[in-house]
């Protein structure tokens, strides 16, 4: 788990892994990183990794991207 705390943006970032996922509760988390900030509408962002392939998926974004322009 990697937190970064850019509570003068006006959020928390936390990066959890697949196994982080499955042992830590967001809402208790949320909870507990909310009581240790002055910013009461601070925001916690969870960035969560995913289970599909990277390389696919960042290919179909690209093709999708290009598509668009």
């Known amino acids: 788990m990697e937190i970064y705390n850019k509570e003068n ?3 928390i970032e ?3 892994t697949n196994e982080e996922q499955k ?3 967001r809402n208790e988390l949320t909870e507990r990183l ?3 900030v002055s910013n009461k509408k601070c ?3 969870f960035f969560l990794s995913g289970n599909d392939d990277l390389y ?3 290919e179909g974004l ?3 991207n290009i598509s668009c322009s």
């Open 34 to 36: 909310l009581s240790d």
């Open 62 to 64: 690209l093709l999708r």
């Open 56 to 58: 696919s998926c960042t």
């Open 43 to 45: 925001k916690v962002v």
């Open 23 to 25: 042992i830590y509760d």
């Open 14 to 16: 936390v990066w959890l």
């Open 9 to 11: 943006k006006g959020f």
